[in-house]
Every structure is written in structure tokens, then in C-alpha cells.
């Protein structure tokens, strides 16, 4: 997912949470933590935040949602 200078990558197919962090501006990468694991996620960015929804946790699908706001470096978490 990316908004303006942001681009985030996460899920992949092992159950761990990371997610890499790019800057386009400064050119520089940092990594975060999702709040809950999951692999195959889906991600799209706007309004100044990120999103990362669905995918699996621990071999079962999952309704949650991951959003990371980008002005105050924070994640909240909720389900569909």
C-alpha cells in the first residue's frame, strides 16, 4: 500500500507481522509491527492512511483491518 512519499509492505506467506517501511523522499526504509499476524493481505492507501485488510491468521480467514495513519505514525486495528 502507498500514499504521497509512504509505500508499506506486509503479509507474504509466513505468520509473522512486519511491515517495511519506505520513504520516497528521504530515501531511507524503518519497519513497524501490525497488531495481529497475517499473511496475504490486501492494501491500499488514502486520506493520509494505509490500510491492510483481510488475508489469514493462523490458516483461518480474517475480517480484520489495519490501519496506519500516516501524520501521527500510529496503527488502529478493527474488524468487518
Known amino acids: 500500500a502507498s500514499y504521497g512519499p509512504i509505500a508499506m509492505f506486509a503479509g507474504g506467506t509466513f505468520f509473522d507481522s512486519p511491515i517495511d517501511i519506505y520513504n520516497a523522499t528521504l530515501s531511507t526504509w524503518t519497519t513497524s509491527t501490525l497488531i ?44 468487518l
Do not use: P
Open 36 to 79: 495481529l499476524n497475517g499473511t496475504f493481505l490486501a492494501g491500499i492507501g488514502a486520506e493520509n492512511k494505509l490500510f491492510f485488510a483481510g488475508g489469514y491468521q493462523n490458516s483461518v480467514v480474517t475480517s480484520i483491518v489495519h490501519m496506519f495513519d500516516i501524520s501521527t505514525d500510529t496503527w488502529t486495528s478493527m474488524f
